[in-house]
């Protein structure tokens, strides 16, 4: 039952009346709604904003039923685009616009079943009309995605950056510009009895670097929160009784000052850790990289046909050389299987340490055979080690592996599974040995798998 | 015309109908199109993805028209948030996803309207139809972005983590890679006359690296782009016409491979120059930081009701400094002048080199008053400035500068843009002086710079 161009250029004819006709009363609808909406009047509330939007709004519903939307369908997807990134730049949030767009879509349906046609005719105008805001809002969708991705990557090229630049330098300039803070408050204090207590920590330069460059550098810190916690609370709390010269008062101002002093070492040391691509120990991969990585290589094997295989090693009984052994003894063994694997693999494959004795392997163009023949030969290599774990003592290692390759679906995640799931068959059968991933026809039989469980 | 709650109860009960007699029609139609469609059609592909999606799809129909949506919307908005991230996990692009929706809304409203109703009650159950679906398609896609931002900023890690790995060692061990597997191929040449020539150039680790590595270090480059044709063309027509030992063929390889080692040169060093966060000139911040900068500094102004200034310096006569004592001059010029800045401003001000000689700095809480006393201070600061241009001449330098305050409106760029037409004002009122942007006010005047020109 589609329609024709008739109907169509009918139902155009009669939206491009009822838009222009009414152009005010929407773009009013539109904003009294919006200028209440909680998150979309933050946007709203310039006038500068509201007179550009109220106009660009008018020309978008003009356009949208005009003749031109049809005889130059990319010309106004460019259009649709140029909103998109605006939004995106603006930061305006894109759910807000669809919301604006759901909106607009239901004021002027009604006006379509207010007009007295018969039910056909009003059913099809109003599916013409979704079409066509549906139709826009997906070039503007599009365009906003695309856009925030790479401000994100800026924004944290940004971070990285900021962070990279002498970070034990910046910790020791900010110890001392809150040491300089609190200082020049005692002055204050031991000082002429008229001159009043030093300006407030939050706005001195340790408050301003907290609030403009910490918040970039420690993004979504517990241990910044702490800080900012404790700012307010000298400067709500303790500068206010200090006033009156209270000797508890000022050891209240000591104490939260020494707790600010170290949660900031705190805050340092824990970024240096989290900002390590590999992990310490062992110098393979940080696992926060396994979604950049691996889907990146399953499209590359995707549309370029090419195989990949992932092996997942696990150490085998690696609980009881800790609990034998010590710490130590553990943290050798994990160290020689790392060093084992990092030199069987080749110089565009990837290393990840997984878990805690596991690791994950990425093998990049290879297929099935091959990374069965590369998963067994790491296997004997590590069973032939034997790493030393006290001054007198070394102990004899195996490791079991899971083998899985690429067939073909999109979720590396699945692929992982598949993995794991060969890797546990292995450890059943009695550990030191390699098992095969099932191939892809197998894999169909549990698709409930797929969307639960992994982030 | 508000709908009463008896109309919705009404209407919802007629699309359930709808829907669940017509659920595996309406999944087939989903599918018909989408298996043809080019760019959709390479994510539904795979079998099980195919079997899962159907399965999610149906279960998606009737649980959009189920009575629970009514009741529980959260956990109706929870399912949604989940398919989003699972869009973004798989990088299924959001707007292929709003396309299969707005082809349902079409197929269940033709249903609606076939049903025989009068036109005013069709006419409200296709609006219900379509603001539920959009409903559920904004949840997703608020999911979908905010998935894409956190993965694009892990991608950007991850690219300079690799890039902050040992550049000069990848470099050399690439080259040496090269270098291996054109030896390997004239040894083959020169041995047993039964000896085929060695591998595929894009087979070897060289080739697998620059597929697999470089692109992720070199994103989008263009040399990349130069050194992936080489191997193309050595693999398919310098290879094959060597097997007849031609020695035009081997000159021919000797060429492109020496080519290949010039281009990979120009791609770490381009790489290396590009990373730089700051200006080698003269260590003031690159431009490309700007939008995460000020963009943030805008969000924090206008979310705490703080002020934010920012200024605009323009050394004056530059070109005439430049013409006159020649490029070293101009670059002592700079170099002068932009350590005057970085030392007159506050340790969380951002100080840009924003185009050859002009900086822009952004002052954080920071009101007019003040940014016009900073202003000041700089522009007398620079103007006792005597740079040394040569080994027995200093010259004489002023600058002019623009100042703009934040007055409300959220993008950066509209305030860069008052900025810059203050200076301007400065250079015609006869250079050397501070101008101030008109305040919000007078800013309402020209609403149609907004949108425009900007990236």
Not at 160 to 172: T, V, Y
Not at 216 to 225: C, E, K, P, R
Not at 285 to 292: E, I
Not at 320 to 333: E, L, P
Request: hydrophobic content about 40%; overall charge negative.
């Amino acid at each position: 039952m589609a329609s024709s161009d008739q109907t169509i250029s009918a139902a155009l004819e009669r939206l491009a009346a009822i838009v222009s006709e009414n152009v005010d009363q929407l773009v009013d609808a539109f904003y009294s709604t919006f200028l209440v909406h909680e998150e979309a009047s933050a946007y709203l509330s310039h006038s500068v904003v509201n007179q550009r939007l109220r106009y660009s709004l008018r020309q978008w519903l003009l356009d949208l039923v005009g003749k031109d939307m049809r005889s130059d369908t990319s010309g106004f997807e460019q259009r649709q685009i140029k909103i998109g990134e605006v939004h995106a730049r603006l930061r305006v949030p894109n759910d807000i616009v669809m919301e604006g767009m759901t909106l607009l879509k239901t004021e002027i349906a009604r006006r379509v079943s207010a007009l007295g046609l018969d039910a056909a005719t009003t059913a099809e105008t109003i599916i013409l009309l979704g079409e066509s805001i549906d139709f826009a809002m997906r070039y503007m969708t599009e365009a906003y995605v695309s856009d925030t991705r790479s401000r994100a990557q800026t924004d944290e090229a940004f971070r990285l950056f900021s962070l990279g630049q002498d970070i034990n330098l910046e910790r020791e300039t900010q110890r001392a510009a809150l040491m300089e803070w609190s200082q020049s408050v005692l002055f204050s204090l031991l000082g002429e009895k008229s001159e009043k207590p030093g300006n407030m920590l939050s706005s001195s330069p340790f408050g301003l670097w907290v609030r403009h460059r910490a918040a970039v550098l420690f993004q979504g810190s517990t241990i910044l929160g702490g800080i900012e916690d404790l700012i307010r609370q000298i400067d709500q709390q303790t500068i206010p009784a200090i006033s009156d010269r209270g000797p508890a008062a000022i050891s209240d101002l000591q104490r939260r000052v020494d707790e600010i002093k170290y949660l900031l070492n705190d805050l340092f040391q824990t970024a240096a850790n989290l900002e390590n691509g590999r992990d310490p120990l062992t110098r393979t991969l940080n696992r926060r990289f396994l979604p950049s990585i691996l889907g990146r290589e399953i499209s590359l094997a995707k549309s370029a046909g090419s195989p990949f295989a992932l092996l997942m090693v696990d150490v085998d009984h690696f609980k009881t050389i800790n609990d034998t052994y010590g710490h130590s003894a553990g943290d050798a063994v994990l160290g020689c299987v790392a060093e084992h694997l990092l030199g069987a693999v080749g110089s565009s494959d990837y290393v990840f340490r997984y878990g805690g004795e596991e690791f994950l392997i990425a093998l990049v163009e290879t297929d099935r055979t091959e990374a069965h023949i590369i998963a067994e030969r790491i296997r004997q290599g590590i069973a032939a080690q034997r790493p030393v774990v006290s001054e007198t003592r070394r102990v004899d290692i195996t490791a079991s592996i899971g083998v899985a390759s690429f067939e073909g679906h999109p979720d590396y995640q699945y692929m992982i599974n598949a993995a794991d799931k060969a890797l546990y068959r292995a450890k059943q059968e009695g550990r030191n040995r390699v098992c095969m991933a099932p191939d892809g026809s197998s894999g169909a039989a549990a698709p409930e798998a797929l969307v639960n469980n992994y982030g």
